[in-house]
């Protein structure tokens, strides 16, 4: 793709940042436009730490994923997958189980169009673009019955996604939807961004995602856990990004809520 150039395929917008293509650019990608660009770049130097603070997300991913893999589940779900970057889920989950199956689901056009591009060839994963919000489109494509038995536990991964869902569209209710039709012992994996911790960073930033097609909702820690109705928390619960979990060896971070995200797993009853 010729982002670079900023010629936007199909339906997109590039004159709009994207919250994917701005993520995208945090983490040191090339997939992004100007209008992208100049957003991440207001937003790092309001907030220097972002880069660091995506990378904490991404690393979370890896670890949540590594632990379903040693729960036994084989089949993943991650909604708002974004754009291709180092550790996707299948990579993950392929290096430790190669039978493993991930869709990827996202609404961003530059997020699927990349997926695509690098998943073709691996008949493990499928990719599909549509609005989380959206349950049987997602649950309901025929890609996903093609990889997933939702009879069997399923990993669904919903990671730095929430936070774009406002409280008008209800999240508890959407992921209660996804809950209902997921057999028992699937996971739940969220991290969420949050304004505890630094409650002065959080008011600029979300008004400066108000500029993306996907604005920005902060949300408390009760907040969040409120989102695993139906599950069971995993162990420590709802806590900021590094401490969930962290790989062994690693020296605990003596300032974790500069993250401003939690992460939570939570199992299915
Ligand atoms: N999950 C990846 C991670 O944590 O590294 C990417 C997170 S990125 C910050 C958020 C992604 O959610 C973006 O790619 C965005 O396009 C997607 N997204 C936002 N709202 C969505 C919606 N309603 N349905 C599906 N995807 C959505």
Redesign the pocket.
């Given at each position: 793709m010729t982002e670079s150039a900023d010629r936007a395929p199909g339906d997109l917008d590039a004159e709009r940042p994207?919250?994917?293509r701005v993520?995208d650019f945090y983490l040191g990608g090339s997939h992004n436009f100007q209008a992208d660009r100049e957003m991440a770049k207001r937003a790092i130097e309001m907030w220097p730490e972002l880069p660091q603070i995506m990378q904490a997300?991404?690393a979370f991913?890896r670890r949540a994923v590594t632990f379903l893999l040693d729960r036994g589940i084989r089949q993943f779900l991650?909604?708002?997958?974004?754009?291709p970057t180092v550790g996707n889920v299948h990579e993950v989950a392929q290096a430790g189980a190669p039978e493993a199956r991930v869709v990827y689901?996202?609404?961003?056009p530059v997020?699927v169009a990349h997926s695509r591009a690098i998943l073709a060839g691996n008949d493990r994963t499928e990719v599909i673009q549509?609005?989380?919000?959206d349950v049987d489109a997602v649950l309901g494509d025929p890609r996903t019955a093609r990889l997933l038995d939702l009879s069997e536990p399923v990993g669904l991964?919903m990671?730095?996604?929430l936070h774009?869902?406002p409280r008008e569209a209800e999240p508890e209710a959407i992921v209660r939807r996804y809950r209902d039709r997921l057999a028992p012992g699937s996971h739940l994996v969220v991290?969420h961004a949050t304004h505890e911790g630094q409650p002065d960073q959080a008011g600029p930033h979300t008004a400066l995602y108000q500029r993306t097609g996907?604005p920005m909702t902060m949300r408390s820690r009760t907040e969040v856990a409120a989102l695993f109705a139906g599950f069971e928390l995993v162990d420590p619960g709802v806590v900021f990004l590094p401490q969930w979990r962290p790989d062994p060896g690693t020296d605990p971070d003596d300032r974790p809520e500069r993250f401003t995200g939690f992460a939570a797993v939570g199992r299915r009853e």
């Open positions: 994207s919250a994917a993520y997300n991404r991913l991650d909604i708002g997958s974004g754009i689901v996202d609404i961003d997020a549509a609005d989380l919000r991964l990671v730095a996604l774009f869902v991290s996907t």
